[in-house]
């Protein structure tokens, strides 16, 4: 069954791609959810005259993430959490990270960030979302709090 999603889908697409789901995820889910339509002959048409129009427009919003990405490459982010040793009391997740990020003046939101629960200090590395062309993986670094 062939889709046209309204709008962006984990782990299968982005909002205007046309992608092939099996039939009972398409109808009993995607479509009755609003995340997708069915892609007959006319919603084709449709939706390239809507990407034609918006070809310009997408330009300059790929040329604003890739600035953001580079103003996020140069960010070094440490965040301090209370630590036993190396082991954390309790854990680090995107939303720790999204909180660092508005610290250092850059405010994404949460769900675009993919970091994972971290629950030892070290450096990790979270992968950050701006665009479906522009993904950025963002070092970060989680040291303990000092007494």
């Known amino acids: ?3 046209i999603l309204k709008q962006d889908v ?4 982005f909002k205007d791609d046309v992608v092939t789901v099996k039939n009972g995820y398409g109808r009993n889910y995607l479509i009755p959810q609003g995340f997708a339509q069915l892609a007959t002959s006319s919603a084709k048409k449709v ?25 996020l490459k140069a960010l070094e982010i440490k965040i ?3 630590a036993g040793g190396e082991k954390l009391f309790g854990s680090i997740t995107n939303i720790d990270i999204v909180a660092a990020l508005e610290k250092a003046g850059q405010s994404i ?4 960030v993919t970091s994972g629960i971290v629950k030892r200090t070290g450096k990790y590395s979270a992968t950050v979302r ?7 993986d963002l070092p970060y670094e989680i040291v303990a709090e000092k007494a």
């Open 130 to 136: 701006l665009h479906r062309d522009v993904i950025v």
């Open 80 to 82: 301090s959490a209370k």
């Open 10 to 13: 984990q782990n299968l697409g």
């Open 47 to 71: 939706l390239a005259e809507n990407l034609k129009q918006r070809a310009h427009k997408e330009a300059k919003i790929v040329a604003d993430a890739r600035a953001l990405a580079d103003a």
């Open 109 to 112: 939101d949460r769900k675009f």
């Open 1 to 3: 069954m062939e889709l």
